[in-house]
């Protein structure tokens, strides 16, 4: 599958018109990873966001000390992650993993960042896509921060 095809079935890139997809395209990786294989892992340096074309992955917080890890979510095609990576330069917060092969696109920020200077029609449509991306994560996590609380709260009455 060519990846202007890839690109345009995937939500992000959806207001994105042929010639723009086209040179977005032109600065994408394909890269594939084998069930078990680490794409990244936190506290690396972030340098691209991936796009999943197909399979599954996982993200997971690595567990402190002698804490086991944690899944924080499985992600599948269509979907992104390490968008961060095109907004701060700071390491990765999570370890994303192949839950089983996976086949991806990647876009290193550095010809992110050059592409858009050259576009800034694309910047904003891509910025824009990836702002409702990260509201929705944060809307997700508030959700699940909200029912732990709940759940302290009633074990802590509990034993009162």
């Known amino acids: 599958m060519q990846v202007i095809e890839i690109l345009r079935k995937i ?9 723009e997809l086209l040179k ?5 990786q394909k890269v594939n990873f084998k069930k078990g294989d680490i794409i990244f892992e936190a ?6 966001l991936f796009v999943i074309y197909e399979g599954e992955v ?9 804490e086991p890890e944690q899944i924080l979510t499985e ?19 999570a370890t994303v993993r192949a839950k089983e092969d996976a086949r991806l696109l990647r ?10 200077q050259q576009e800034p029609g694309i910047a904003l449509k891509i910025y824009k896509a990836i702002s409702l991306v ?9 959700e699940r ?16």
């Open 107 to 116: 876009i290193p920020r550095e010809y992110f960042f050059r592409l858009l």
């Open 145 to 160: 921060l909200a029912i732990a609380n709940r759940i302290i709260q009633t074990a802590s009455e509990t034993r009162a």
């Open 134 to 142: 990260l509201a929705h994560r944060l809307r997700e996590t508030s």
């Open 11 to 19: 939500k992000l890139f959806s207001e994105l018109n042929n010639s």
């Open 58 to 66: 996982e993200v997971v917080k690595p567990g402190e000390k002698e």
């Open 75 to 93: 992600l599948g095609p269509g979907e992104i992650f390490g968008e961060m990576a095109l907004i701060e330069e700071l390491p990765r917060s």
């Open 24 to 28: 977005l395209s032109r600065i994408c």
């Open 43 to 48: 506290r690396e340096p972030g340098d691209a």
